[in-house]
């Protein structure tokens, strides 16, 4: 069946189990947001000649998209078959992004107590301990810790928890517009743009600028965006050549949007169709292999965790320990910095995240399959 004259087909072929271009896309989206935090200090004044590393920021917007498609793929059948358990699914979610996020706050505690013993020089309202509280809850993003803290990056992880704890209701609408994805996805933009006028009113920032402050109600409708894309697929599929095409088109002026720094609104909402045009492809392909790429999309997560206090560290070492750098960095030691935070992130990826994510997932099945007394 065509629809109003584009290439969409009735989609007879479902989604692979995994889509692997998505987890590929999880590390370039990690990437981009460390380039955006560790260009300042560059002996290279690059945003004079392109504002695409200052538009990092927009890696974040990625994640809360791919987040809703991906987490749609994965237990929306199951709601529709009845067979969703949602302790299950908080357990699952609080497994994957808690150990890792409590790690670096320690680790960050530790750099703390180091540096006041020490007496060096830091920036003490970063690690205002009456904002530890709503970031070990992992509620610090919605208006309990306005102030960047601790850890800065960790605002979208709460974000992130804030989407899962109301996923039932993510489901729910899914399920009630299971045969209008278009519809689905409207929704999500008038929200989308319902939320950005409200943010406007009340910080004169656009929703894509939503961090710590507040930062939960820029997850809503992206999230939501998510699954209507993912609804989209499942309803329609594009033709490979088609969505090779449109792929590369849809990235080229992605790119071209961000080297020109375009609207927030544009840019973030661009991330919508190079998210469901990688699906498509994947679709296609039906690849199963995975490979250095994947693995790195694997550990995007601890990248993206990391990268800030690996930078904060490694720069007063380089530079007050070391005598390396001065107040500049050169792209050499920059990039010697990004390849050992990949290693170091891959060592928190296989001793912190993965044997902490199964135990505790062992420990909450334990607990949700425990036999009730009568």
């Known amino acids: 069946m065509a629809v109003c004259g584009i290439c969409l087909v009735a989609a007879r072929v479902s989604y692979p189990a995994n889509l692997l271009s998505l ?14 935090h560790w260009r300042a200090p560059w002996d290279f004044d690059v945003d004079a000649t392109t504002q695409l590393l200052a538009m990092g920021r927009f890696g974040v917007d990625l994640f809360f998209i791919l987040s809703g498609f991906v987490l749609a793929h994965v237990y929306l ?26 790690a670096v706050i320690l680790f960050l505690l530790l750099v703390w107590f180091v540096a006041a013993a020490l007496e060096v020089p830091f920036e003490a309202d970063r690690f205002a301990v009456a904002d530890l509280p709503a970031n070990i809850l992992m509620i610090h993003a919605w208006g309990f810790a306005p102030d960047l803290s601790w850890n800065g990056p960790s605002w979208s992880i709460s974000a992130e928890w804030f989407a899962y704890l109301t996923f039932p209701a993510y489901l ?28 406007l009113r009340l910080f004169s920032e656009t929703l894509p600028m939503a961090t710590e402050r507040f930062g939960v109600i820029r997850i809503i409708p992206e999230f939501l965006i998510g699954i209507g894309l993912y609804r989209l697929g499942q309803a329609y599929v594009l033709p490979r050549p088609v969505a090779r095409y449109a792929f590369i088109g849809v990235l080229a002026v992605y790119l071209l ?21 990688l699906a498509e492809l994947d679709r296609h392909k039906g690849e199963t292999r995975t490979g250095a790429m994947s693995y790195l999309g694997d550990i995007s997560y601890s990248v993206y965790m990391i990268h800030v206090p690996f930078f904060m560290v490694g720069f007063n070492l380089l530079q007050d320990v070391l005598g390396v750098v001065d107040q500049t960095v ?29 135990r505790l997932r062992a420990w909450g099945e334990a607990l949700i399959s425990r036999p009730r007394r009568p």
């Open 330 to 358: 050169s792209w050499p030691v920059l990039l010697m910095m990004l390849v050992v935070m990949i290693g170091v992130s891959a060592g928190t990826y296989e001793w912190i995240e993965r044997p902490a994510r199964t």
């Open 77 to 102: 059948r199951a709601r529709e078959e009845g067979r969703f358990n949602f302790a299950r699914f908080l357990v699952a979610r609080f497994a994957r992004i808690w150990p890792l996020h409590i």
């Open 23 to 36: 987890t590929r896309l999880r590390f370039f989206a990690a990437l981009w947001v460390v380039f955006y």
């Open 172 to 199: 729910m609408t899914a399920l009630g517009l299971k045969h209008r994805p278009w519809l689905l996805l409207g929704i999500a933009a008038v929200l989308f743009f319902a939320l950005d006028q409200l943010h």
């Open 257 to 277: 949007a961000a080297h020109f720094a375009w609207d927030d609104r544009v840019i973030a909402l661009l991330g919508a169709p190079i998210i469901f045009l």
